[in-house]
């Protein structure tokens, strides 16, 4: 079992500062590095996996450090975010590539039982050209799992996925988590990080906005007010009755829209429905106007 710490860690690339003071620690078990695009999780991944040095602070993998120490690999894998498989290989030929490198004792065994975890056996003799991106995902996790790791770390592991190829990585990783691997993922997709792991580390803008369980961190979101913005046949009469309505902390009539704040989504939408009836006002729109990842995240930010 491993456990991944950063300390004081920032990194920055000239000016721009990519990783801001950031303190965490990664343990046993599936967790989440969620953020907006550009907050900063390849390059904490990077950190992690010995690739860049930290401009502060440390990095460790079991109390050792992470930069300038390729003992660890023997005990970490990582799937990068945008790495192509050379499509004229089979699965097969590019994981046994991959425990070769690692200068396994049984290469072919090790290639073997990788592949049989991603579960790609049945179709490892075929060009990897001829795969689904999911297939080809699962090509790249085999060859970072070869050498049985302890810490896997995948950067962006579902993008592009379909439901389908997406539910099976998150059973595989589930698995190899049970199995008592450290496992992180990067998501800047909120359902995706609900779905697969109940800790997350939410990064934005370089720094860490929280930490910890899911569904503390999702309801801290949920007790924000939501922003609507309406329009329909008689938008002054519609502010009028929303007014008074329990679930509404504040209405504001636009010129072609009634801005609505509202402190609980699903209360407030079967209210507006059944006032719209109840009032005989047609509804044209009714658009969540903060609903953006980004705004998310600022209301984490702001905490
Ligand atoms: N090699 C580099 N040189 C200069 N700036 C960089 C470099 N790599 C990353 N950055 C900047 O550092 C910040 C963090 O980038 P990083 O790739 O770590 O974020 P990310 O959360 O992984 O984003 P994405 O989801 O878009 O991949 C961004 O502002 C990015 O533009």
Do not use: C
Not at 52 to 81: C, F, H
Not at 127 to 134: E, P, V
Not at 166 to 176: C, D, G, T, W
């Amino acid at each position: 079992m491993s456990t991944v710490e950063l300390t004081a860690v920032s990194r920055w690339y000239g000016n721009v500062v990519a990783v801001n003071d950031v303190t965490l620690t990664i343990s046993p078990g599936v967790t989440g590095l969620l953020g907006p695009n550009g907050a900063g999780k390849t390059t904490v991944l990077h950190l992690m996996a010995g690739l860049l040095a930290p401009s502060q602070g440390t990095v460790t993998i079991d109390g050792k450090p992470a930069w300038r120490n390729p003992e660890m690999y023997r005990d970490l894998g990582l799937v990068t975010e945008r790495e192509s498989v050379p499509g004229f290989l089979t699965a097969w030929e590019f994981v046994l590539a991959s425990a070769k490198l690692h200068k396994l004792p049984n290469p072919e065994e090790a290639a073997r039982r990788a592949l049989a975890i991603v579960e790609l056996h049945d179709a490892q003799d075929r060009r990897i050209s001829t795969y689904s991106k999911g297939m080809r995902q699962r090509t790249r996790v085999a060859a970072a799992l070869v050498h049985d790791p302890t810490v896997l770390l995948l950067d962006e592991p579902f993008n592009g996925m379909d439901p389908r190829q997406r539910m099976h990585l998150m059973q595989l990783l589930h698995k190899m988590a049970d199995e008592g691997r450290t496992i992180l993922f990067s998501s800047h997709i909120l359902e995706e990080v609900e779905q697969l792991s109940g800790t997350v580390q939410v990064i934005v803008a370089g720094r860490l906005a929280a930490s910890g369980d899911y569904r503390h961190i999702r309801r801290l979101m949920t007790t924000r007010p939501h922003q609507f913005s309406i329009t329909s046949s008689n938008d002054r009469l519609l502010a009028t009755v929303l007014i008074g309505q329990p679930s509404v902390s504040g209405v504001s009539l636009e010129r072609d829209a009634v801005q609505v704040q509202a402190s609980d989504y699903g209360t407030f939408t079967r209210a507006l429905a059944k006032l719209a009836r109840e009032q005989d006002i047609r509804l044209t729109s009714v658009l969540p106007s903060d609903e953006s990842l980004e705004m998310v995240f600022s209301y984490l930010v702001a905490t």
